[in-house]
């Protein structure tokens, strides 16, 4: 595993400063924080395409999580993909799922073996899950929206529209609708062709009376992203009225795509982070919208093109609290710009390979596979910045998609 110079510097220092606290731990806890009654699983693929959620009542145990021997959750029926994990989610307890393009099905974990539907919606269209609106969704609705809306040309809009979801019984309480002006864009591809751009939502965050949507450009003739700005469209929550787009250069494109990662963040001042990223070096960046402000920060900027961020994971960005956010594989401050930790280093090598990862009782579980192709779930302790190794993860297994607490 490759490993950046200056990453390791930036740790080597932080170890050095922090000498006196007790060296990192990977070994099982003696004392598992989670508790018995508590239900999580690891969604997965293998080899051969098939989909399972492996489940465990703890995830720090000294144990095997296989979905061999009838022990995982066979879910690859009702995928069209494996991949379409990517256009899941897990809310209060259950799984919420795009699996044909327009049905939105709400699956249930049944004894920790098997899983049912137990409701779904049928959308007239074309439907798949894009993001969830967490600062919006409630216990009993859940806010989405779909990973691509319609392109107005008579308006040159996007008109992207949002869902409020009851949960409770899946039926729609209310649609809204918004609409993100499109720029005009006049170069043409290296054979001289019409891009023909369109817009890919990348980020929804509601901060106050403002809600604040992330978005790219992308080329309908290449398939790719094809301009180096951070746009956001800015309007006024829940009216939707007064919208403006904001646009800042320096870091490259909103990043992200349209399937339920969210690259952007408020901390506990309630300035807004978001994660940039160009085009061609996939180097990434962090900007900022101060609390108040509907405008970009131009005093803020944190470049971090010298790390590997989301080097081998799509994983959300994942709040830790006192200041600090985990950008995979990254341990950052993103207030006064520093490099925390790396985990990587931490876990005594290898990459953290997850879409999805939570926190519990202040600390955050996620999977890596280590440089002996071996995979294991992690738990860091942002408070004094260790690590603790916990159940292993079947070595023939291909890809891990979701962490998941459910209960």
């Not at 939105?104 to 609106?133: C, D, H, M, R």
């Not at 939707?240 to 646009?247: E, F, Q, R, T, V």
């Not at 990459?351 to 009782?361: R, V, Y």
């Amino acid at each position: 595993m490759k490993i950046n110079k200056f990453a390791i510097a930036i740790f080597a220092a932080t170890v050095l400063f922090s000498s006196c606290k007790k060296s990192p731990d990977i070994t099982s806890p003696e004392k598992p924080t989670q508790t018995s009654n508590s239900l999580y699983s690891v969604w997965v693929t293998t080899a051969s395409g098939s989909s399972y959620l492996l489940t465990a009542d703890n995830l720090m145990k000294d144990t095997l999580l296989t979905p061999n021997n009838n022990q995982g959750i066979d879910i690859t029926s009702h995928l069209p993909a494996s991949f379409y994990a990517i256009y899941a989610y897990a809310y209060e307890g259950k799984y919420y799922i795009s699996n044909d393009g327009t049905r939105f099905s709400q699956f249930e974990i049944l004894n920790s073996k098997s899983w049912k539907e137990t409701n779904n919606y049928a959308f007239p269209g074309n439907f798949y899950l894009g993001k969830v609106l967490k600062d919006i969704s409630t216990k009993d609705e859940m806010v989405v929206t779909k990973t691509a809306g319609v392109t107005n040309k008579e308006k040159n809009v996007l008109e992207q529209p949002i869902y409020f979801m009851n949960v409770n019984n899946m039926t729609i309480n209310k649609t809204v609708g918004v609409e993100i002006p499109m720029i005009k864009f006049n170069p043409k591809t290296p054979e001289g062709k019409d891009h023909n751009p369109y817009i890919v939502p990348t980020s929804f965050t509601q901060r106050g009376d403002k809600l604040f949507v992330g978005h790219k450009y992308r080329s309908n003739e290449t398939r790719q992203d094809i301009i180096d700005t951070a746009y956001m469209y800015v309007c006024d929550y829940p009216s939707l009225a007064n919208g403006k787009i904001i646009k800042d250069g320096r870091g490259g494109f909103t990043a992200g795509h349209w399937e339920v990662q969210t690259l952007s963040f408020t901390d506990d001042n309630n300035d807004l982070y978001i994660v940039t990223k160009k085009t061609n070096a996939a180097t990434y960046a962090l900007l900022r919208i101060k609390s108040g402000e509907t405008t970009f920060d131009p005093t803020y900027f944190f470049d971090l093109k010298d790390y590997n961020v989301f080097k081998n994971s799509t994983a959300q960005v994942q709040k830790l609290g006192n200041g600090k956010v985990y950008i995979s594989p990254y341990v950052i401050d993103p207030s006064n710009k520093k490099v925390i930790a790396d985990l990587r280093i931490l876990v005594g090598g290898g990459e953290s390979k997850t879409t999805m990862n939570f926190m519990e009782n202040g600390k955050l579980y996620d999977v890596f596979k280590t440089d002996e192709s071996k995979w294991f779930v992690y738990e860091y302790d942002p408070a004094n910045n260790s690590v603790k190794r916990g159940a292993e993860i079947d070595p023939g297994i291909t890809q891990v998609y979701h962490l998941n607490k459910l209960k």
